[in-house]
């Protein structure tokens, strides 16, 4: 069964997807011709308060030419009057000029050098003139200041004007963009759910063919699809149940001549398993006789050296032979072990730890005289642990067997025995090579030495023990000495 993954999108997400960017388009597109219209109306009013302002500049300034020939005449004319009486014939004569006057929002005014308001015509009001264009020239003649004036209120009324005009504006673009959206949004969604019934009808015809094409093989009819997409799509899966279905066929052709092969080849399976079995059996056989026939010769060989060294000194050659005895004995041991240990349940008792080990380092004495080493030991006595009598054995019969074996001649071996809190720690240490790699010392059939012969076991044997019975392993080697140390649970 195909997994539904969760980035999955079904068509009508998709083109409500789209029709939602569309929109967001729109509004987007509309934002931004109305800041254009915005910025562009801005511009404009700027370019008008600025040609107004010129003008009105320009005029101020006509107007104060004029008031200055007017005072130049007035004073020419009138030179034997006093000032007062000049004064008066100009306030008549600008009277006159402003009252004839076009431009309603000029004002004319004359002050005398002290600051004192000589005459100001009453045309505009005094109110709110600090936005007023006004420029200035004295008379010194009269010791008069002739001024000219222009409000700048109209202006105010004009840009009213234009921002009404520009909201109106505004205002109806956005209604017709609104409308234009609302309009494009149905027809796309009359067009989507058109476009969406047709997919889905030919989405489930198809889904129905491959479930029908699963079983019967029949070909989906490319005549009932519409869409150009899916007639490919269509094709394609037609070309593909050709295939499927011809390699069904083959496969059953396959599977029926496999299946006189299969048989066949289980009844040799089984011949060659019960072949393997009987082989296994004999072997097994072998090995058992075989370790019990070495043990007689071993146990006789052993007996007799004994015999001979009760009656007379201790022979060299024979001491030889007694320690390549007592090698041979423990490998069999070994044997022995791996032959039993799945046969037999090794039943645990309370053993006198320091006594059994005193017991093997006095039986492989003679093993490491004859190898010209001495065993040193430090027991400590009465430790007791609950304990396998035989796994025990070949713990220690191992340890000092592989000490003696890979130790230097004329060097002291050491065998303790001692209690750690709640342990017994088992330790036998050597002078010999380091040991190369550590970590593959207990596998099966490792050897350092190729040369030093064995079979790889007592090792492999002891780590089983050890594991079973919760006894921790420690190896420590460096180009002094090596230590095996082993920790048993007291008691």
């Given at each position: ?178 409308m234009l959206t609302l309009f494009l949004y149905m027809i796309s969604t009359i067009e989507y759910r058109y476009v969406s019934d047709i997919m889905k009808r030919e989405i489930r ?277 090596t230590l095996f140390r082993y920790r048993f649970v007291k008691g």
């Amino acid at each position: 069964m195909l997994l539904k993954k969760k980035d999955n999108k079904s068509i009508n997400q998709i083109n409500f997807m789209a029709i939602l960017f569309a929109g967001l388009f729109a509004f987007i597109s509309a934002c931004l011709v109305i800041v254009n219209e915005y910025l562009e109306f801005q511009k404009e009013i700027k370019v008008i308060e600025e040609s107004y302002i010129q003008a009105q500049k320009k005029s101020a300034s006509d107007q104060l030419n004029l008031l200055l020939n007017i005072t130049e005449y007035r004073f020419q004319q009138s030179q034997s009057l006093p000032k007062e009486a000049i004064y008066q014939k100009l306030k008549e004569d600008i009277s006159a000029l402003i009252k004839h006057g076009d431009e309603a929002q000029n004002y004319l005014f004359l002050e005398l050098v002290s600051g004192e308001i000589l005459y100001r015509s009453s045309a505009l009001s005094l109110e709110n003139t600090s936005k007023d264009i006004v420029v200035t020239q004295t008379y010194e003649p009269l010791g008069l200041i002739l001024g000219s004036g222009v409000s700048t209120r109209s202006i105010e009324d004009v840009l009213a004007q234009k921002k009404k005009a520009y909201q109106d504006k505004i205002i109806s673009f956005v209604l017709k963009i609104y409308m234009l959206t609302l309009f494009l949004y149905m027809i796309s969604t009359i067009e989507y759910r058109y476009v969406s019934d047709i997919m889905k009808r030919e989405i489930r015809f198809i889904v129905y063919s491959f479930k029908k094409a699963s079983s019967s093989y029949e070909f989906i009819d490319m005549e009932k699809i519409k869409f150009t997409e899916f007639q490919e799509i269509v094709t394609h899966a037609n070309v593909m149940i050709e295939e499927i279905k011809n390699k069904n066929s083959a496969l059953v052709d396959l599977n029926s001549n496999l299946e006189g092969i299969v048989e066949q080849k289980t009844v040799e399976l089984k011949r060659s398993i019960e072949f393997t079995q009987e082989l296994l059996e004999k072997q097994d056989q072998f090995v058992k006789n075989a370790i019990h026939e070495i043990n007689t010769p071993l146990s006789i060989i052993l007996m007799n050296i004994d015999l001979y060294n009760l009656k007379f000194e201790k022979n060299p050659y024979l001491l030889k032979i007694e320690a390549a005895v007592k090698v041979l004995d423990n490998i069999y041991e070994d044997l022995a072990y791996v032959v039993k240990k799945d046969r037999v349940v090794y039943e645990k008792a309370m053993i006198d730890f320091s006594k059994f080990l005193t017991e093997r380092v006095d039986y492989f004495e003679d093993v490491a005289e004859g190898n010209k080493l001495h065993i040193s030991t430090d027991i400590v006595s009465d430790l007791f642990i609950f304990f396998n009598e035989t796994e025990l054995q070949r713990i220690c019969d191992n340890n000092l067997s592989n000490a003696i074996k890979y130790s230097y001649e004329k060097h002291p071996l050491h065998v303790k025995l001692f209690e750690d809190k709640n342990e017994v720690v088992f330790e036998v240490e050597n002078c010999g090579e380091m040991i190369k790699a550590p970590d593959q010392l207990f596998n099966r059939y490792y050897r350092e030495d190729e040369a030093r012969g064995g079979f790889g076991l007592g090792l492999n044997i002891v780590k089983e023990i050890c594991e079973t019975n919760g006894v921790s392993i420690e190896v420590l080697s460096d180009e002094l000495k090596t230590l095996f140390r082993y920790r048993f649970v007291k008691g």
